[in-house]
């Protein structure tokens, strides 16, 4: 990596919703990055669980305390930050500042923003509170940014076990940068990016409209492409997930992905699906792709992967469609 890249300075940018579960284990993560950012931004959506708490606990362990109250606190918004207390151990002496958030729940598009408002760094990294990143998961995602036209590099997200679901998950690279027929980026995941945080700023940030996970990404660098920006892939940046556990799970976060499409499509016709309620029925009884894809899958996983992707397909499609059609009748 150039020595330039080498200097720059990251903010992290975490929003969490009820993300008791894993979010002690994704700030230790970043809190061992070999490149240590300037800042890391945790932002609280309105969590009904013990996320705070546990978040607190992992910064005591750590030897953070809180300093005191910073200005932004109103009555509907607090910003706490922490520094560390005694002598840094971190790679190079350098303590990242911890601030943590709160607001009331508006969706990962309003406490992205939230945090990217109160982020001081040249570059803004994000990735979620169930995500675990490598230990050189922001010098790999750095070093792509050689040229003032790259807004952002997004880098490979990856499952942390190794289930059947998981396994499809990865397969289809669902949480990966998304390419068109040309091979060019059109969006990144924030599970797993960094921006120019000048460029996210002109871009007018996240669309706050995307309550819910899924459109909030493609319109964002939508906005950014059409100001000339591009993006790019860093396959060695690497992010684990706790995909979804359950089918059930899976399929909720397919159709909150079918309404974003939805409403992005009102935004770029482009994005419009043509007679949906159609094409819902249709892909209910496409029976031959159903028999290809399945051949296909057997060549390469064997039968019994095969019989369980193909499944998988099938009801993925139809929840994409449905979450589609959802968003279509609640503007209605």
Not at 108 to 126: C, M, Q, V
Request: charged residues 25%; contains cysteine; glycine residues 6%.
């Amino acid at each position: 990596m150039n020595s330039v890249r080498m200097n720059a300075e990251v903010s992290i940018i975490v929003p969490v919703f009820n993300g008791a579960a894993t979010i002690a284990d994704t700030v230790e993560h970043l809190l061992n990055q070999s490149l240590p950012p300037k800042e890391i931004i945790v932002v609280d959506d309105g969590s009904t669980d013990d996320s705070m708490e546990i978040i607190n606990r992992v910064l005591e362990k750590n030897r953070f305390s809180s300093t005191k109250p910073h200005e932004e606190n109103t009555k509907e918004k607090t910003v706490w930050v922490f520094l560390r207390e005694t002598s840094c151990d971190f790679v190079d002496g350098i303590c990242p500042e911890i601030k943590v958030l709160w607001k009331p729940n508006g969706g990962p598009a309003s406490a992205r923003n939230f945090g990217a408002r109160l982020a001081t760094a040249e570059f803004i990294a994000f990735t979620d509170s169930d995500c675990l990143p490598d230990r050189d998961w922001l010098k790999h995602l750095l070093v792509g940014f050689d040229s003032t036209e790259i807004a952002g590099i997004g880098g490979s997200v990856k499952s942390m076990d190794d289930s059947l679901l998981g396994e499809y998950i990865d397969l289809l690279r669902m949480m990966e940068p998304a390419e068109n027929a040309n091979g060019e980026i059109e969006y990144l995941i924030t599970a797993n990016a960094c921006f120019r945080r000048d460029a996210l700023l002109t871009a007018g940030l996240f669309d706050e409209r995307f309550r819910k996970p899924g459109g909030e990404e493609p319109a964002l660098c939508r906005r950014l492409k059409e100001l000339g920006y591009q993006f790019r892939f860093a396959p060695e940046a690497v992010v684990r997930h706790y995909h979804r556990q359950t089918v059930g799970s899976f399929l909720r976060t397919i159709r909150n992905y079918g309404e974003g499409r939805y409403l992005l499509g009102q935004f770029w016709p482009d994005y419009q699906i043509a007679h949906p309620t159609r094409t819902f029925f249709r892909q209910m009884v496409a029976v031959r792709s159903l028999v290809r894809q399945f051949m296909a899958y057997a060549r390469q996983h064997g039968v019994n992967k095969a019989l369980a992707f193909s499944a998988l397909d099938y009801l993925r499609q139809l929840a994409f469609l449905r979450g589609y059609s959802r968003g279509q009748r609640s503007q209605h």
